[in-house]
């Protein structure tokens, strides 16, 4: 069955650390990739997005993603974490016309 | 416009009693729509989407069901909802004229079954 798993369900982290949240899928078509966030309060909203060329895409907030297709990867990266990127980050996987979701991984940022 | 308006807002319901949630959405015509259901731990779980008027595709067995009867609205049913029903429930709907994966997402519906 196709599926996205994220390998971080809670993360706590001081500001100014690095983040790396893990996100991989089970399908060896072509893929879209697709990484949202949901602020507190706020609904859920794109932050970046892979469909092919460059395998490292820059989003929005200094966030970026990779993506490893030998690995079925597409891991998200920030050098330096806020305290107002506390949220909670999906990654997602578009698959034969379906957008099919990981299980979401809670960060929150300690000032 | 991408806006979606979900309603409504918050919702506490008997076990067995009927369910009724509606989305509709502005903009261009056509969009895919989608229902996903959130839970805490689970991510978001697709429900149904759907790719025009009375198109509508099934994604997991269950007690709910959803209809498309104008080409902007979307509306998620129960005839009997149960304790498992409990949950918030998400529209979306797909960037115009594309079927990429990029969505906009409505602010929710959160229903509580006792």
């Known amino acids: 069955a196709q599926s996205v798993s994220q390998h971080n369900h809670h993360v706590i982290l001081s500001e100014a650390a690095s983040l790396e949240l893990g996100c991989n899928y089970s399908?060896?078509?072509?893929?879209?990739l697709f990484w949202y966030v949901q602020y507190p309060g706020q609904h859920l909203q794109l932050l970046l997005k892979?469909?092919?060329?460059?395998?490292l895409v820059k989003g929005i907030k200094g966030f970026e993603a990779e993506f490893i297709k030998s690995k079925f990867s597409f891991n998200l990266r920030k050098p330096s974490v806020q305290w107002s990127d506390t949220a909670e980050y999906f990654c997602?996987?578009?698959?034969?016309?379906?957008?099919?979701f990981g299980q979401g991984t809670t960060l929150q940022v300690k000032p | 416009s991408q806006t979606i308006h979900q309603w409504p807002a918050t919702l506490v319901q008997p076990v067995g009693s009927p369910l009724s949630l509606e989305c509709t959405v502005e903009?261009?015509?056509?969009?895919?729509l989608y229902w996903y259901r959130q839970a805490a731990g689970r991510g978001l779980q697709l429900l149904f989407y759907?790719?025009?008027?009375?198109?509508i595709s099934s994604e997991v067995p269950q007690n709910l069901s959803a209809s498309r009867p104008q080409d902007r609205q979307f509306i998620l049913s129960s005839k009997k909802l149960l304790l498992s029903d409990s949950g918030f429930y998400l529209c979306?709907?797909?960037?115009?004229?594309?079927?990429?994966?990029?969505?906009?997402f409505g602010e929710g519906s959160r229903l509580t079954v006792l």
């Open positions: 997602a996987v578009m698959i034969t016309g379906k957008l099919i």
């Open positions: 399908y060896g078509g072509t893929v879209n």
């Open positions: 892979y469909f092919s060329g460059d395998p």
């Open positions: 903009g261009t015509s056509n969009p895919n």
């Open positions: 759907s790719i025009g008027i009375d198109q």
């Open positions: 979306a709907r797909g960037l115009a004229g594309t079927n990429t994966g990029e969505l906009f």
